[in-house]
């Protein structure tokens, strides 16, 4: 209002400053006539300008309204981001403590698909939506498994502390460790398999029929078992090798171990389409399969 009662005042002394002047040079009944017109002219114009400045008064207003809006959202947003990266760091945390074990079950679920693409469906579901269920949930607040749960961000978290440490974990043909456990040695000799150019699955702990890997390529299907011993391996693992390649209906069974075989596990397995070798046998595995 201060503005437009300024416009007012000064447009209402111009009207009387050019009056005055026109009294001067003209008769009273000209200024009269001019008198009238001049002040439709002024009020025209003070009108104009009264209008314009309450038009920019409403835009300033609307403009400061829409920064106080902004304001306030960017805080809200700060406070929102801080508050996920609280959550995040704690997700973190609580994951970090089971790196090693998410790596090896990483390198059990993660496989590349015929066109080199890195397939993780089975890990999100069955390995990292366990853990974050079993072992990440109960440690937060409904709020914060919220927040997790946005985007799937509680996957983004635990897959990035299991990649980096699956990197660092020691399976290859070079760094064979005969304290390695048995999960650990399936994963050694999977690893051989992937390099090889293997497409490779590993069995349920429980109920796998004699079989710790099913390996395919070239529309070839393979099963093995795995034996990380000292001693010699013995008929046994021949048998359930054998009776896992009918159940996953495989081509051929092979047993895998880094020690020896006895006489008559070389015997059984002739009989049984089932081939005994070392692990640093599968880096050539598709010389074997082919002499």
């Known amino acids: 209002m201060g503005k437009n009662t300024n416009i007012i005042f000064f447009g209402f002394l111009s009207y009387l400053f050019v009056i005055a002047i026109l009294q001067m040079v003209f008769s009273t009944e000209i200024v009269f006539g001019l008198a009238i017109v001049i002040g439709i002219i002024f009020f025209i114009i003070v009108n104009s300008m009264i209008s314009n400045n309450q038009k920019k008064e409403k835009e300033e207003s609307e403009l400061q309204n829409l920064k106080e809006i902004e304001t306030l959202w960017d805080n809200l947003s700060n406070e929102r981001n801080k508050e996920i990266s609280k959550v995040r760091k704690k997700c973190y945390d609580i994951s970090f403590k089971y790196a090693h074990n998410l790596a090896l079950e990483r390198q059990k679920y993660v496989f590349k ?18 853990f974050f269920n079993k072992i990440v949930v109960p440690n937060l607040s409904e709020s914060e498994v919220k927040i997790l749960l946005t985007d799937d961000l509680y996957f983004s978290v635990i897959d990035n502390i299991a990649e980096a440490a699956q990197s660092n974990l020691v399976l290859n043909s070079q760094s064979y460790d005969s304290k390695m456990s048995g999960k650990e040695y399936e994963l050694f000799c999977s690893d051989i398999l992937k390099k090889a150019g293997w ?27 795995c034996k990380n011993h000292n001693s010699r391996i013995g008929n046994k693992a021949v048998q359930e090798v054998a009776a896992g390649r009918i159940f996953y209906n495989a081509d051929l069974a092979f047993v895998v171990s880094n020690s020896y075989y006895t006489t008559s ?14 692990h640093a046998d599968l880096e050539a595995l598709d010389s074997i399969l082919a002499s």
């Open 113 to 130: 698909d015929p066109y080199g693409h890195e397939n993780i469906e089975n890990w999100k579901k069955l390995g990292v939506k366990y």
């Open 199 to 225: 497409f490779v699955s590993m069995t349920k702990s429980t109920g796998d029929q004699g079989v710790d890997l099913i390996a395919e390529k070239n529309n070839i299907k393979i099963v093995i078992q």
């Open 265 to 278: 596990a070389y015997q059984l397995a002739n009989k049984n389409l089932v081939k005994l070798l070392h």
